[in-house]
């Protein structure tokens, strides 16, 4: 599945994007280190956080999208970053428990 399939499926707010990336599984954490260090390109990234060292983490790691769970805040710099990066960002009102469930029943 891709990006902008998984936006139609879920109902997801488009903060950034949608631009064209696959998804090849999922990553689920806050702590910035840990996703740099344990996520892997094209996944998707499930987090609270809404700045820009989102952005350039999930830059860096060539995930396929950010998904800020909860309706968390979005700083406005880190939106900007993320079109000039080509990165998703993506917000749903969702728990992490919810959309993981979801992402789940999608076959993820």
């Known amino acids: 599945m891709n990006v902008k399939e998984l936006i139609k499926q879920l109902e997801l707010e488009v903060l ?6 696959d998804i090849s599984g999922v990553y689920v954490g806050d702590l910035l280190s840990n996703v740099m260090a344990k996520a892997k390109a094209g996944n998707l990234w499930v987090t609270i956080q809404g700045h820009q060292n989102v952005v350039a983490v999930a830059s860096l790691g060539d995930l396929a999208a950010v998904i800020v769970v909860e309706d968390f805040e ?7 970053r993320a079109q000039e990066k080509e990165v998703n960002l993506l917000r749903t009102p969702l728990t ?9 029943e999608l076959g993820f």
Do not use: H, Y
């Not at 950034?16 to 990336?21: N, T």
């Open 74 to 80: 979005i700083e406005a710099a880190a939106v900007q």
């Open 96 to 104: 992490a428990v919810d959309l993981i469930r979801k992402l789940i």
């Open 16 to 21: 950034a994007g949608p631009f064209d990336r």
